[in-house]
């Protein structure tokens, strides 16, 4: 039996998707949130905006996913790390969220701002969460299911 010290691609990429539908349903909520509590509730927004971090973050999630397989060798993963890890994502996803809902709303001012720091708060005990339960999956498992009993490089 393999033993895996690092994700495949087609895990990372499977992370993100899981990830991303737990995101764009969370950044959907918010931006109802605070848009509604502000008086100019929009739900088309609140969809365009999550469409777009969807697409968009996937992508940036995939690379960050790689970076930290390289910088996290020996294939486990603390607490400590993970922790590292969230605070390294939620900085790069919040910028994006704020840069995306001012695309959106035609205005970079204290609505992107609100949205943007919400989510932070409410996707940092998320994310954290939803790395701890992928941790739990042992390496191989996609590849093994994907590739049947293949040997695989």
Known sequence: MAKY??????????????WRFIATTDTILVVLLI?????????EHA???GLAEFLLKLVVYFFHERIWQFALKDGVVSQKETLY??????????????????AILNA????????ALTESLSKFILYYIHERLWIKLPLGRIRKFVLGNKKTI
């Open 5 to 18: 010290k690092r994700e495949s691609h087609l895990r990372s990429l499977i992370k993100g998707i899981s």
């Open 35 to 43: 848009t509604c509590l502000n008086g100019s509730c929009s739900i």
């Open 47 to 49: 969809i365009q905006i």
């Open 85 to 102: 890890k969230t605070i390294s994502w939620r900085v790069i996803a919040s910028v994006m969220t704020f840069i995306i809902t001012g």
């Open 108 to 115: 970079f001012d204290e609505i992107a701002l609100y949205i």
